[in-house]
């Protein structure tokens, strides 16, 4: 992943299958794109409860739909994240802040 200095606007995350011109993918990847806030805020009260349940379905149905839709790099830090909620849950500050970093970047690359 690129580094981000204090002055930097990081780059836009593009979607590893936007490759091909189908209209309707694009759409979809556009409305997923969209949902990123809610997803976020859904995380973020979890995390306010400490909800270790909630966080980790949140972060499977994240990690299943970024792959989906070839965002690989949202879906192992999701990945990442519900291990982490299971075995390691001090740690998840960190995966958390990443996946937020990852979800910026995704969203500055709406197509």
Do not use: W
Not at 19 to 25: E, Q
Not at 64 to 90: F, I
């Amino acid at each position: 992943m690129a580094q981000v200095g204090k002055n930097k606007t990081p780059e836009p995350l593009y979607s590893e299958l936007l490759t091909s011109n189908n209209p309707a993918f694009h759409r979809l990847v556009d409305k997923f794109i969209a949902s990123i806030p809610g997803y976020l805020n859904e995380i973020e009260r979890a995390m306010q409860k400490v909800d270790k349940a909630e966080l980790n379905n949140i972060f499977h149905k994240i990690k299943g739909v970024s792959g989906n839709y070839g965002y690989p790099q949202l879906s192992e830090e999701c990945k990442k994240a519900e291990r982490l909620c299971q075995h390691d849950p001090a740690m998840l500050d960190v995966s958390v802040k990443n996946i937020i970093r990852i979800s910026e970047r995704i969203m500055l690359a709406k197509t």
